[in-house]
């Protein structure tokens, strides 16, 4: 069990229910502030500059003016309210400012102010307001309770991206100094040394010789985890968690092991040891920029011929929309293969071309469900026809288990919830949030957990089994029900000379 919080955990209802607002429920939560030696590095002042409203108006309209698409959503909006109960952080937090239009709102009545004929002549006619301390306080608790999980553009008549307005506002933040402390401070990491854990070339190395060894001592196959390999044709990019932590590390296992059996040459790289990209939540095209040639960087020096990431939300969403414009043209790898793949898009190929042998009863053991990550949902693809980022890794784990259920429908693909700790949020200075925002998905899973018996929720983005292993147990599950999709193939798959393998062929002789 999680340890008694200092704040009231949710009740889990039958889904869905959605609650009555109450003023104000989370206007304590913010989190810690960036101090100068994390802000300087990535280019924003080191504390609130004197000129702050100034300068933060000026940014505004450079950010309009840069990006059309926010200009349009400041601008379009018409109260509908359709969206007002699609945010997890407003059902779990009940909080009014949670609902997607309030929240755009804090960012709309400066921009109304400064940028439109009606606001600046008739401001009090059009809910436009200066940007007061009161304003920029409320910016900064409230653009920090959105996960940029794009579910409410989805309900949206006008498809009004709440995700990039609340990008932008923290962009503005950070432009007078008032940047959060975890994004900045990870970024910084990946600046000077490759990944957000800050883990050296030796600590990799030395991290990815045990995985060897464990490897060959369960199987009896040495399957290596190649680092900064030249000549190697495929360059794998993934989350540091996959390096460490559980259950990331039994997903980087699986990786392993389909691309060892299916004979393919790959290599990790110490320069680029990271997937992850916090330049995204903090709307900085630069430092998203800084990061991205990193791994073009790796690609070029290693002279790879394909890019393959491995399993995280918000990374394939940078680099299936942004990668190439950040750091293309990628006309030096293998036209042959889309740049950049999916792990999943590769181990899905495998198995269709039948070149992986799986044994489902290997995970008979568990009962399963999905969780769709939001940034693979809503704002990638994968393989080449519509809603192959949903039916991919469904068709991988029926592929590698015998039990599958879905949670209810509306909670799951395009209209699928949040964890409660994408875009930025996954810190213990949020727990609360990070527990309440939790809520529609954990209702969701007690659904399929009674209706089916389901044991375990495998998901394909390193935050989102962060922020389930933390807090599953608040909701009365166990950390350990959260796995990782190639978990579930590394589990099931017969390798090659493997004592699985002598089992199985000894089993189908008698
Ligand atoms: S993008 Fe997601 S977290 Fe942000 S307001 Fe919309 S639903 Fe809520
Ligand atoms: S659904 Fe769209 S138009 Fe309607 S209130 Fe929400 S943001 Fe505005």
């Known amino acids: 069990m999680a340890e008694q919080p200092a704040f009231d955990v949710p009740e889990l209802k039958p889904y869905p229910v959605i609650p009555k607002l109450v003023e104000d429920t989370m206007a304590h939560s913010q989190p810690f502030v960036a101090k100068s030696d994390f802000q300087g590095p990535l280019g924003f002042p080191g504390e609130l500059v004197d000129d702050w409203q100034d300068v933060a108006v000026k940014k505004m309209g450079e950010l309009t003016d840069r990006y059309r698409s926010l200009q349009v959503f400041l601008d379009s909006c018409v109260k509908c309210g359709a969206c007002t109960d699609k945010c997890h952080y407003y059902l779990g937090t009940t909080d009014p400012k949670n609902m997607p239009v309030a929240r755009q709102d804090l960012f709309r009545k400066v921009y109304r102010r400064h940028y439109t004929f009606a606001g600046k002549y008739l401001p009090w006619l059009v809910g436009a307001e200066d940007l007061t301390e009161e304003v920029l306080d409320d910016w900064y608790k409230y653009f920090h309770q959105c996960s940029q999980c794009r579910r409410c553009s989805v309900y949206c008549p006008y498809g009004i991206d709440t995700a990039e307005i609340s990008m ?226 469904r068709d991988i784990i029926r592929a590698s288990c015998n039990h599958f259920y879905d949670m209810p429908a509306d909670t799951v693909r395009e209209a699928t919830y949040c964890c409660g700790g994408g875009g930025g949020l996954l810190t213990d200075d949020l727990i609360e949030l990070r527990v309440k925002g939790a809520l529609p998905r954990m209702e969701a899973l007690k659904q399929v957990v009674e209706d089916h018996g389901v044991t375990h929720m495998a998901a394909i983005c390193a935050i989102c089994k962060s922020q389930f292993a933390k807090v599953l147990t608040y909701y009365g599950f166990q950390m350990d029900q959260i796995v990782s999709v190639h978990q579930l193939v590394s589990n099931a798959i017969i390798l090659t000379g493997s004592e699985q393998e002598k089992e199985a062929e000894l089993s189908e002789a008698a």
């Open 168 to 393: 932008a506002a923290r962009e503005v933040m950070d432009s007078i100094g008032k940047g959060q402390k975890y994004c900045n401070e990870i970024i910084g990491k990946v600046h000077t040394i490759g990944n957000n854990l800050g883990l050296p070339e030796p600590a990799l190395v030395d991290t990815l010789e045990g995985l060897e060894e464990e490897i060959e001592e369960d199987t009896g196959v040495a399957v290596k985890f190649p680092v900064d390999q030249k000549g190697a044709d495929i360059l794998l990019v993934t989350p540091s968690a996959d390096f460490f932590a559980e259950p990331h590390v039994d997903g980087l296992i699986g990786y392993a092991k389909v691309l060892h059996e299916a004979g393919l040459s790959w290599t990790l790289s110490s320069h680029a040891s990271e997937a992850a990209n916090f330049g995204m939540f903090i709307g900085s095209y630069e430092n998203m920029r800084k990061v991205a040639l990193r791994i073009r960087e790796a690609a070029l020096d290693l002279g790879v011929k394909r890019i393959v990431f491995g399993e995280c939300g918000h990374a394939w969403r940078v680099a299936y929309s942004f990668l190439n414009t950040l750091a293309g043209p990628f006309d030096f790898l293998d036209p042959n293969y889309p740049v950049p793949q999916h792990i999943c898009e590769v181990t899905h190929g495998l198995i269709q071309e039948g070149k992986l042998r799986l044994d489902k009863s290997q995970n008979d053991d568990m009962v399963m469900t999905y969780h769709d990550s939001c940034n693979v949902a809503r704002a990638s693809r994968m393989g080449d026809v519509p809603g192959g980022q949903f039916t991919i890794p």
